[in-house]
C-alpha cells in the first residue's frame, strides 16, 4: 500500500538523520566586527550535523564596526576583513571540542533591510 509506503519512508529518513554523529554544545563566537553588540540569532545554537546545512545569523547594532564610516546616499561600505566568527562545537562520542574558523567568504553581508 501507498500509505504504509510512505510512513516507512518517512521512519527510515528520520532514523537515518538520528544516527549521523553530531557535534553538540555549539557555541558561536562573533568576534572583530561585531564588538559593539548585537544579537544572534536562533538564540540557543542547534547541533552541527555532518552533511547538513547550517545557518546562523548575527543582527548587528548600528555602532557595530561591520559598518565603515563611508556612505553615499542608500550605499553602505562593508569590509569583512575584520570580522571573524568562530565556532566551538563538543563531540561527545571522542569527548573532545572542536573549533573552527568560519571564512569570510562564506559569509553574507546585508544592511539597511530594517
Given at each position: 500500500?501507498?500509505?504504509?509506503?510512505?510512513?516507512?519512508?518517512?521512519?527510515?529518513?528520520?532514523?537515518?538523520?538520528?544516527?549521523?554523529?553530531?557535534?553538540?554544545?555549539?557555541?558561536?563566537?562573533?568576534?572583530?566586527?561585531?564588538?559593539?553588540?548585537?544579537?544572534?540569532?536562533?538564540?540557543?545554537?542547534?547541533?552541527?550535523?555532518?552533511?547538513?546545512?547550517?545557518?546562523?545569523?548575527?543582527?548587528?547594532?548600528?555602532?557595530?564596526?561591520?559598518?565603515t564610516s563611508k556612505s553615499d546616499?542608500?550605499?553602505?561600505?562593508?569590509?569583512?576583513?575584520?570580522?571573524?566568527?568562530?565556532?566551538?562545537?563538543?563531540?561527545?562520542?571522542?569527548?573532545?571540542?572542536?573549533e573552527y574558523e568560519v571564512l569570510?567568504?562564506?559569509?553574507?553581508?546585508?544592511?539597511?533591510?530594517?
Amino acid at each position: 500500500g501507498g500509505a504504509k509506503d510512505l510512513i516507512y519512508d518517512a521512519v527510515r529518513r528520520q532514523i537515518a538523520v538520528a544516527l549521523i554523529p553530531a557535534l553538540d554544545d555549539v557555541v558561536i563566537s562573533w568576534g572583530s566586527g561585531c564588538d559593539k553588540g548585537g544579537q544572534q540569532a536562533p538564540f540557543v545554537t542547534p547541533p552541527l550535523v555532518q552533511g547538513k546545512r547550517y545557518l546562523a545569523y548575527f543582527f548587528s547594532s548600528p555602532a557595530s564596526s561591520l559598518v565603515t564610516s563611508k556612505s553615499d546616499a542608500s550605499l553602505l561600505l562593508f569590509s569583512t576583513s575584520e570580522l571573524s566568527v568562530t565556532i566551538n562545537a563538543y563531540d561527545i562520542a571522542s569527548e573532545q571540542t572542536h573549533e573552527y574558523e568560519v571564512l569570510t567568504e562564506d559569509m553574507i553581508v546585508v544592511t539597511g533591510l530594517y
